[in-house]
C-alpha cells in the first residue's frame, strides 16, 4: 500500500451540543513521523479515540489502512498499537509479563521474524526499562509506566504507531531519548508514527508534518517549518519612527511601534530596499533594521489567537 | 484468596449456630416438646445441605457479582480495557473469553465451597445417612432418606447443577457491568437487584412476579436430593436458568459491542 | 449483517428454545391417585372430613349431604372409614345404618365436633386416652376380618393455632408410641397442616415452622401414605393424612376425587394396605 496510511476527511464528532472536532481533514503518508499538537480538550485525543475506532465520528470518515476502525478495530490493530494516556496499566504484573501478555492477544506475528521473548526484551531495552523487566509495574513511577506504555506498543512492531501525549511526566533526559526511539523507530523499521503532544516544543524538529487543533478547529496542517511562513517580522530603526508610520500608512501599510524609534512591518509586506527607499524620499534615515523569526510556538499562539478572534467575531456577526 | 477466607468463616459462622441450634432444641431447654430434631438427624450431610444452601444463595452469589462486574466495569475504570482494544481480538472474543473465565470461575467456587462444607460436615460433625424432612428450607416434599454414599454422589451431581445457578448470577452480573463505567458501582448494583429478587422469589405474597425471576429458580439442585429425582423439574428448571443466561449474556454482548470507550 | 448481531440473534434464539423448554413442558405435578377395587384381602381405610365450609347450619355435616356421604362411602368399600366434623354421634349411627345392619362405629363427641368410626368389615373397640390438652382424638383397636389387629388414632387438629395442633398431633403419636400395642398402627385424620416445597413462606405468622416440626416429628416414627398425591382439600391444600407403621405395606392411597359432595371442602382420602408379613 503505497498510499496514505491514515486519511481523515471532514471528520466531526459531537459530545451532546458541544463540537469536540469540526471537519478535521489530514492524511499520513507511510514512514513519517505526524504531529498532533492543541491545547488540553483541543480535540486530539477524541480524533486518536476515533482512529482507534473506539468511538464513532458525528460525520466525516476516517480510514486506517483504508479500513473504517470502528467497523474492524480488530484488522486495524493488526498492524497499527496505540497508547493513550495516561498510561493505564495492570498493577499485579510485571513488566515483561506485560507485555507478553498484551502481546498475546490476537497473537499477530513480529515483522522481524523474531520470538515473543526476544521481540519483549528488545522493546523494554529500547525504552530503558530492562533492568526492571522482572518489577511489578506497581511499583513503577508515571514517566516508568509511560515508558512501558511505549514499549508495549512495540511488540510486535507496528506499521503504525499513534501515541498519545507520550512525554508526560518524563524527564528532559528521557524525553530526549524517546526523539531518538522515535527517530529510530522512522528511520530503521519504516514505522509511520502519529503523536500528539499539548507541547509544541516536543514536536518540533521531530514531526515531518503536523496538525494543530484548537477547540475542535483546524488551526494548521502542514510541514512545521512553514508554520512560520507570514509570522516574520521586519524591524526598522530611524530618527522620528512617528512620521516613519505615517509613510507607510500613506501607501496603505500596517506599521506597529515598538518603541525606542523602531517600526515594525509585517514579514513580507514590504522589501526592505522599497522600505528604505520610501523613507528616504519622506527625509528620513534608516538607521539599522533586522528581521525576526518568532519560535514555533509563538506563531502558532498567534495563529490559535487569530484564529479565536475570527470565531468570536464569527459569533457575533451571527448573534 | 478472599473468596475463600470468606467462605471459611461462613462455614465457621454454620458450624456453631448448627450446634447451639441442636443443643437448644435438644436438651429440654425448649419449651416446645414436639419440636423436633435431634443429634442422630444431625449429622455431616446435614450441615453440608445446610451450608450448601445458604452459601449458595446468598455467600457465592456475591462472589459471582463481584467477578462479573470486574470483568468489565472493572477493565472500563481502570482504563485497561483500551489496552486490550488496541490490540487485533474482537469485542465479541474478548467478551466471551471474559465469560468463559468467569464461568469457570464459578464452578471452581461452587466445587471448592462444596468439598469445604463437606470436609468441616464429616469430619467435624460427623458420618452417617442423609434424613431429610419438610421444612423451613424447602428441601423436600416428604421425608427423604438417602445412604452416604447416595448422598454424596447426589452432591457431586449437585456440583454442576448449582454452577449451572451461578453462570446465570453470574451473567447478570455482566449485563451490568457492560451498562455501568465504575465496577464497584456494577457489583453494589448486581449484588442488591440479587438479594432483592431473591428475597421477592420467597415470599408468597409476590407469586405473580416469581416465575420471570430468575432467582426463583436457583435452588433446583434440592431436587438432586430426592430418593427418586425428579428429573423432568430439574431438567426444566435448568433449562429455564441457562435461558435467563443466554438472554444477559446477549444483552450484555450487545451493548458492550457497540458502547463507546470514551 | 454484523457478525455480532448474528452472534445475539444466535444467543437469543437458544434461549428461546430454552425458555420454552422450561415453562412450556407440563409441569411435573404430584402423581395422581388412580382409585381401584380394595385388594384382594387386604385392608381400605378411608378418612374424610365431612363437615362443610361455611355450611348454614354449623361447621358439622349437614343432614341435607348425609344420603350422599353415604352413597360415596358405599362405592369407596372400605374396611373402616373414619370422619371428622359429624354433627353428633346419632349423625354417626344413622350413617352406619344406612351402610348396614352389621356395620360397627365408635365416636368421640365431646370436642367441638364429633369424630367417628365406621366398620363394615371389623371390630372396633374404643380406647380411652387418658388426660388430654386440646381436641381429643379417636382411639380405637380395629379387629378386621382379615388380618391382624390394629391400633388406630383418629384426630382434627386445631385449625387455627398452630402451636395448639402441634400439641394435639404430639400427644395423639405419643399414644401409639407404647410397645404393648400391637405392631400395626395408624394415625389418620384433618391435621390441619400443609407443609412441602411450595411452602408459603408467610411472612406474618410462625406457623409453618410448627407445622413443619410437628409433620418431622410424624415422619420419623409412621410412614406418611399419601405423600406426593396432591391436595387433600380445596384450594390445593393437604391437610388430611393417613400415617401407617412399617408393618402396613400401602397398596395405593390418595385423596378420592369422584364427587363434590355439597359444599364440603375435603375429598376422602383412601389408602389400601397389605400387612408388610403378607398375612
Known amino acids: 500500500m503505497t498510499g496514505p496510511l491514515v486519511e481523515v476527511r471532514a471528520l466531526r464528532r459531537m459530545f451532546g451540543s458541544r463540537e469536540a472536532l469540526a471537519e478535521v481533514s489530514f492524511d499520513v503518508q507511510p514512514g513519517t513521523i505526524f504531529g498532533l499538537a492543541g491545547a488540553n480538550g483541543s480535540g486530539k485525543t477524541t480524533l486518536l479515540k476515533i482512529l482507534a475506532g473506539f468511538i464513532a465520528p458525528s460525520g466525516g470518515a476516517a480510514r486506517v489502512f483504508g479500513l473504517d476502525p470502528r467497523r474492524r478495530r480488530a484488522e486495524v490493530m493488526r498492524d497499527a498499537r496505540f497508547a493513550f494516556a495516561p498510561p493505564a496499566l495492570y498493577e499485579s504484573l510485571t513488566a515483561r509479563e506485560h507485555i507478553a501478555l498484551l502481546a498475546s492477544l490476537g497473537a499477530a506475528p513480529d515483522r522481524g521474524g523474531r520470538s515473543r521473548a526476544v521481540a519483549v526484551a528488545a522493546a523494554l531495552d529500547e525504552v530503558g526499562l530492562a533492568d526492571r523487566a522482572d518489577d511489578r509495574v506497581g511499583t513503577f513511577s508515571f514517566g516508568m509506566r509511560q515508558r512501558l506504555v511505549l514499549a508495549q506498543a512495540l511488540v510486535p512492531t507496528p506499521r503504525l504507531l499513534v501515541l498519545d501525549e507520550p512525554t508526560d511526566g518524563l524527564d528532559p533526559l528521557a524525553v530526549l531519548e524517546l526523539r531518538g526511539v522515535l527517530r529510530r523507530l522512522r528511520d530503521e523499521r519504516g514505522v509511520t508514527i502519529l503523536l500528539s503532544s499539548h507541547l509544541l516544543v516536543e514536536l518540533d524538529e521531530l514531526v515531518d508534518e503536523l496538525l494543530v487543533l484548537d477547540e475542535g478547529q483546524t488551526i494548521y496542517c502542514g510541514p512545521p517549518a512553514r508554520l512560520l511562513d507570514g509570522e516574520a517580522r521586519l524591524v526598522l530603526v530611524m530618527d522620528d519612527a512617528a512620521r516613519a508610520a505615517q509613510l507607510f500608512t500613506r501607501r496603505g501599510l500596517a506599521a506597529q511601534s515598538a518603541g525606542d524609534g523602531a517600526l515594525v512591518l509585517g514579514d513580507g509586506s514590504l522589501p526592505l530596499a522599497e522600505a528604505a527607499e520610501i523613507l528616504r524620499a519622506g527625509g528620513l534615515e534608516l538607521l539599522e533594521y533586522r528581521v525576526e523569526r518568532p519560535t514555533l510556538e509563538r506563531a502558532l499562539i498567534a495563529r490559535m489567537q487569530r484564529a479565536r478572534d475570527a470565531r468570536a467575531n464569527g459569533k457575533q456577526e451571527r448573534a | 484468596m478472599l473468596a475463600a477466607l470468606s467462605s471459611a468463616l461462613f462455614l465457621t459462622l454454620m458450624l456453631v449456630g448448627f450446634y447451639t441450634y441442636a443443643r437448644n432444641h435438644t436438651r429440654g431447654a425448649f419449651d416446645f416438646g414436639y419440636t423436633f430434631e435431634n443429634e442422630s438427624y444431625f449429622n455431616g450431610l446435614t450441615f453440608t445441605v445446610y451450608s450448601f444452601y445458604f452459601g449458595f444463595l446468598l455467600v457465592l452469589p456475591i462472589f459471582v457479582a463481584t467477578e462479573g462486574s470486574a470483568q468489565i466495569a472493572g477493565e472500563t475504570s481502570d482504563r485497561t480495557l483500551g489496552l486490550l482494544l488496541i490490540r487485533p481480538i474482537t469485542k465479541s472474543r474478548l467478551f466471551f473469553t471474559k465469560v468463559a473465565v468467569s464461568a469457570g470461575y464459578a464452578v471452581c467456587l461452587a466445587g471448592g465451597f462444596l468439598v469445604l462444607s463437606l470436609g468441616v460436615g464429616l469430619f467435624a460433625v460427623g458420618w452417617g445417612d442423609l434424613d431429610l424432612y419438610p421444612g423451613v428450607l424447602q428441601m423436600t416434599d416428604r421425608h427423604q432418606h438417602l445412604s452416604q454414599s447416595q448422598a454424596l454422589l447426589r452432591f457431586a451431581l449437585i456440583w454442576p447443577a448449582a454452577s449451572l445457578g451461578l453462570w446465570t448470577t453470574l451473567a447478570f452480573a455482566f449485563l451490568l457491568s457492560a451498562w455501568m463505567k465504575s465496577a464497584v458501582n456494577a457489583a453494589a448494583v448486581s449484588i442488591s437487584l440479587y438479594l432483592v429478587m431473591h428475597v421477592v422469589s420467597g415470599v408468597h405474597f409476590f407469586e405473580e412476579l416469581r416465575p420471570i425471576l430468575f432467582t426463583s429458580y436457583l435452588a433446583y439442585w434440592r431436587g438432586l436430593l430426592q430418593e427418586d429425582v425428579p428429573w423432568t423439574q430439574v431438567g426444566r428448571d435448568a433449562a429455564k436458568l441457562l435461558g435467563f443466561a443466554f438472554v444477559f449474556l446477549a444483552l450484555a454482548h450487545r451493548r458492550f459491542r457497540l458502547r463507546e470507550e470514551l | ?279
Open chain 3, 1 to 279: 449483517m454484523a457478525r455480532g448481531t448474528l452472534i445475539e440473534l444466535g444467543l437469543l434464539a437458544l434461549a428461546s428454545i430454552l425458555l420454552v423448554l422450561g415453562f412450556g413442558l407440563p409441569e411435573s405435578g404430584p402423581d395422581t391417585f388412580e382409585f381401584g377395587p380394595r385388594p384382594a384381602g387386604g385392608l381400605r381405610v378411608v378418612t374424610w372430613n365431612v363437615g362443610g365450609a361455611g355450611s348454614g347450619d354449623g361447621r358439622a355435616l349437614g343432614e341435607d349431604h348425609v344420603p350422599a356421604v353415604v352413597e360415596t362411602l358405599r362405592l369407596l368399600d372400605a374396611d373402616l372409614v373414619l370422619l371428622q366434623e359429624l354433627r353428633d354421634r346419632k349423625q354417626l349411627e344413622r350413617i352406619a345404618r344406612a351402610l348396614g345392619e352389621n356395620v360397627r362405629f365408635e365416636a368421640i363427641d365431646d370436642g367441638p365436633d364429633c369424630i367417628g368410626a365406621l366398620a363394615p368389615r371389623a371390630h372396633l373397640f374404643q380406647l380411652t386416652t387418658g388426660e388430654w390438652e386440646g381436641r381429643r382424638p379417636l382411639a380405637l383397636l380395629v379387629h378386621p376380618e382379615v388380618g391382624p389387629a390394629l391400633h388406630v388414632v383418629v384426630l382434627h387438629a386445631h385449625p387455627w393455632s398452630a402451636r395448639r395442633r402441634n400439641h394435639e398431633i404430639g400427644q395423639a403419636l405419643d399414644l401409639l408410641v407404647p410397645a404393648t400395642l400391637t405392631p400395626a398402627r395408624l394415625l389418620v385424620g384433618d391435621l390441619n397442616i400443609d407443609v412441602g416445597r411450595h411452602g408459603r413462606n408467610d411472612l406474618f405468622t410462625n406457623d409453618e415452622p410448627r407445622d413443619v416440626a410437628a409433620y418431622n416429628y410424624l415422619a420419623r416414627h409412621l410412614v406418611d401414605v399419601g405423600a406426593g398425591k396432591g391436595p387433600t382439600a380445596e384450594p390445593d391444600r393437604r391437610l388430611d393424612y393417613v400415617f401407617a407403621s412399617p408393618e402396613l405395606d400401602p397398596v395405593q392411597a390418595g385423596p378420592w376425587l369422584g364427587r363434590r359432595v355439597g359444599d364440603m371442602d375435603h375429598h376422602p382420602l383412601v389408602a389400601d394396605f397389605v400387612h408388610a408379613a403378607g398375612e
